[in-house]
């Protein structure tokens, strides 16, 4: 069965920070895909970024970006010189190749960028 | 992106009513679409799985007589709540699997409150 933790729940940074997201994955499939997603307040999910068990590569878009690494099951998510505007809720998420495209969400993280 | 829509946005019933909630995928053929359930400040549920042209797919614990879900056409599924409680308030999300490239978007949710 496939599994995704978020261990922090809440994170609080200053505007400008730095700050890193965990997000820990099991699954017994050897191809799967990985997902972070941003929820604002509105609700509506927002996508960040979609990454395949055979890429290992880290991943940079601007102020984000993204660590992945299979020999620790992690696909962690760091945000660099934080805005306000980054305030919302992060989720990972992990889709197996033989479940149809079922994805599995992490409990999700708040974050909070204060001025 | 593809554009996948809900409609409504937001509804509020009555205990004991029924609510239709529409997904559209707008630009896309979707063959599949996922159902999600979100409580306040908590993940994303999967609640069920359709196929264009079949019954639905079901999560384990998700009442399949109270949350009807019709596929009928590659752009719309529709997913009724049927006999409202309140316990049923929550946000709903669709998610839309493109035919053609597997990709998959979600719409921007509906929020149902049940008083």
């Known amino acids: 069965a496939q599994k995704v933790t978020q261990a922090q729940t809440e994170i609080s940074v200053v505007e400008k920070e730095d700050v890193t997201l965990d997000c820990v994955y099991e699954t017994r499939d050897t191809t799967y895909y990985l997902f972070w997603y941003k929820q604002p307040p509105s609700g509506e999910l927002v996508f960040l970024i979609r990454r395949n068990s055979f890429d290992e590569q880290n991943e940079i878009s601007g102020r984000y970006s993204w660590n992945f690494q299979k020999s620790t099951s992690s696909f962690n998510f760091t945000i660099t010189a934080s805005q306000v505007v980054d305030s919302a809720v992060y989720f990972c998420?992990?889709?197996?190749?033989?479940?149809?495209?079922?994805?599995?969400f992490g409990e999700g993280t708040q974050l909070t960028v204060n001025p | 992106g593809a554009v996948v829509s809900q409609h409504p946005s937001w509804v509020i019933c009555k205990s004991g009513t029924s609510v239709k909630i529409e997904c559209r995928s707008l630009?896309?053929?979707?063959?599949?679409m996922f159902w999600y359930r979100q409580f306040p400040k908590q993940s994303l549920m999967l609640m069920a799985t359709s196929n264009e042209g079949s019954k639905a797919t079901y999560e384990q614990g998700v009442e399949k007589d109270k949350f009807l879900i019709n596929h009928a056409s590659l752009t719309l599924s529709t997913l009724t709540v049927t006999s409202a409680h309140p316990e049923d308030s929550s946000f709903y999300i669709c998610r839309g699997r493109a035919a053609e490239s597997y990709e998959q978007y979600f719409g921007p949710g509906t929020r149902l409150t049940v008083t």
């Open positions: 630009d896309f053929q979707a063959t599949t």
């Open positions: 998420a992990l889709s197996e190749a033989a479940s149809g495209s079922r994805l599995t």
